[in-house]
């Protein structure tokens, strides 16, 4: 009886595998690297989904064979969003009018912090933040930093109120700094007012602490200092009495 081939596409053979007699066709490579493409494609279009910071938390549950796919596609999604961030750098103080408000503030883009002076000409503490501001504007050109005249922009803005500082990050209000007692008077400087504004969320300071308790821990020691003079010159004349 000659060999017969149990793989083999013939109808005798087809009749024996329906029968239960011979085993089910052995599936062909070409079909298995098929199926693996296929997965691999479903995979790679799950990353097309993803954030950056999703990539980076998922990373773990990706077998080695996806690794090269998921970091073209993080290249790729990084490179986007340089190229977004690089529309978005200002690094300098405009000027803006009333006309301009809801566009350049209420419209000012999604992921954009807006730091906006509120301030009048001759004002001397509105002339020092306006100093301080445009050394911040290049130090974080991420931010939007403008300032307006405040009666051209909010009609019969009391003087009272300036300056006046509002912070707002997509289209919303997030701080304001209104009055001169708010800022300390003209002995505010511009570290001061980086970290002030750093608690709003209008960026990253590198600053480790605010200045202001800087400055208030020295009065105390100067204090502690004085104190401790007087105490020490006061028993002094004290034993020279006896």
């Not at 950056?52 to 998921?70: C, I, V």
């Not at 103080?93 to 000409?121: F, T």
């Not at 445009?134 to 300056?163: E, G, M």
Request: hydrophobic fraction near 30%.
């Amino acid at each position: 009886m000659a060999f017969q081939d149990p793989n083999a596409d013939t109808e005798w053979n087809d009749i024996l595998r329906k029968k239960g007699i011979l085993p089910p066709k052995e599936k062909e490579p070409e079909e298995d690297e098929e199926d693996q493409i296929h997965q691999q494609q479903s995979v790679v279009k799950s990353y097309e989904t993803m954030t950056l910071e999703e990539l980076e938390e998922n990373e773990d549950e990706f077998s080695e064979e996806d690794e090269a796919a998921m970091e073209s596609y993080r290249q790729k999604r990084l490179a986007e969003w340089k190229a977004q961030q690089m529309k978005c750098v200002f690094g300098e103080v405009n000027e803006i009018s009333g006309q301009d408000y809801v566009q350049e503030v209420n419209k000012a883009g999604e992921g954009i912090w807006v730091v906006l002076h509120l301030y009048k000409p001759g004002i001397p503490l509105c002339t020092l933040i306006n100093q301080h501001l445009c050394l911040l504007a290049r130090k974080f050109p991420q931010t939007k930093f403008l300032k307006s005249i405040s009666t051209t922009c909010i009609p019969n803005y009391p003087d009272r109120n300036l300056p006046t500082l509002f912070i707002y990050h997509e289209g919303e209000m997030r701080g304001q700094f209104i009055g001169p007692l708010v800022f300390g008077g003209m002995n505010l400087t511009c570290d001061e007012l980086e970290w002030r504004l750093s608690e709003t969320g209008a960026f990253k300071t590198d600053l480790e602490e605010n200045p202001r308790k800087q400055i208030q821990d020295q009065m105390m020691s100067s204090i502690r200092s004085s104190g401790n003079s007087l105490a020490r010159s006061h028993a002094g004349d004290e034993s020279d009495d006896d």
